[in-house]
């Protein structure tokens, strides 16, 4: 957009400029006028002003200031077209674009909306792209959603407090809900409006003040997060403990590694329900480790190997990602 406005001006600088300079040379030729004389008569014939001339023309001069009227009205009409020009393509464009994002979001289903994109929702949403989860962020900064416009960033602009822009997002549709706006009071009201538009949804909180997790708790938030204490505990258990923190950073964080966490969900006639982990032989078969299994509100970490696994169950697994994509694959309903 910014090119396109660059040519164009510079388009109608030059033509302009060539205009002026072949009138003031031709004036100076034709009439032997001297370069200020002749730059005034330029000047006034090609805006069209039509101020008093500076000595009567000859024939060739008149002749030659119809010319030059006629290349300043061209001169301006160019200018005007090409300024016109750039403004619709770039407000087209911006429709066009806006209108495909619109429609993109309202497919949208089991996404994740991210309430506001301060500096922590930017480092969720820079996740959830190398992640290419689908997510639509809500936030009402102009600015912030120019810049997210910029980055092709699929985004509501409103207050995320107000039940028509949590509609927009697709509220009804999401399975995610992440309310980290700058203040506890805006959290607090959309995880309440979040949870009255679709109660099956889960929703985690961003805490600002210390002791504000009850509140957000109280609000419908399933888990809130404090960043200041988990920075702090982060902190510490790195200068306590640096070789676990490393190997957090690496299956967690990204590394040479290539190691990561992922949640499996059991389903019916899968591969793996009715049998045990032994059975199974997942961390043979699927090179993954099975760190914790969750079956409702029970949540037992390192099961044994001769835990059945049943439809519903949440297997915490870790590993490469081809191998938990290979565990994925035999959780799933194999008739699917």
Wanted: hydrophobic share 45%.
């Amino acid at each position: 957009m910014q090119s396109s406005r660059r040519r164009a001006f510079l388009s109608a600088l030059v033509a302009g400029g060539a205009v002026i300079a072949a009138g003031t040379v031709g004036y100076m030729v034709i009439e032997g006028l001297s370069l200020l004389d002749a730059l005034y008569m330029t000047t006034i014939t090609v805006t069209t002003i039509g101020f008093k001339e500076v000595a009567p023309l000859s024939v060739p001069g008149r002749i030659f200031t119809i010319a030059m009227a006629f290349a300043g009205i061209g001169v301006i009409f160019f200018t005007g077209t090409e300024v016109a020009r750039v403004i619709l393509e770039g407000n087209l464009r911006r429709f066009i674009d806006k209108t495909r994002e619109n429609t993109m979001i309202k497919r949208l289903s089991d996404h994740i909306i991210v309430c506001g994109h301060g500096r922590l929702g930017q480092a969720v949403v820079e996740v959830l792209r190398e992640h290419e989860n689908p997510f639509v962020v809500v936030e009402c900064n102009t600015e912030i959603c120019d810049q997210l416009e910029q980055k092709h960033i699929p985004f509501i602009q409103g207050d995320a407090t107000q039940e028509d822009v949590l509609r927009t997002a697709g509220i009804e549709r999401a399975k995610t809900f992440l309310s980290c706006m700058g203040d506890d009071a805006h959290n607090v009201y959309a995880i309440l409006l979040a949870r009255q538009l679709c109660p099956s949804i889960t929703i985690i909180g961003l805490a600002v003040e210390d002791g504000s997790e009850d509140r957000l708790r109280l609000a419908g938030a399933h888990q809130v997060i404090n960043p200041y204490k988990l920075g702090g505990k982060r902190l510490a258990l790195t200068a306590i403990k640096p070789a676990m923190m490393d190997f957090i950073d690496a299956s967690m964080l990204g590394s040479t590694m290539e190691l990561e966490l992922a949640e499996i969900k059991v389903e019916k006639g899968s591969e793996l329900e009715g049998r045990t982990l032994a059975e199974a032989h997942v961390r043979r078969n699927f090179g993954v480790i099975i760190v914790a299994r969750k079956r409702g509100d029970d949540t037992c970490f390192n099961p044994p190997s001769d835990f059945r696994m049943q439809q519903g169950d949440t297997l915490i697994a870790l590993g490469p990602l081809k191998a938990l994509e290979g565990a994925e694959k035999a959780a799933q309903d194999s008739s699917s």
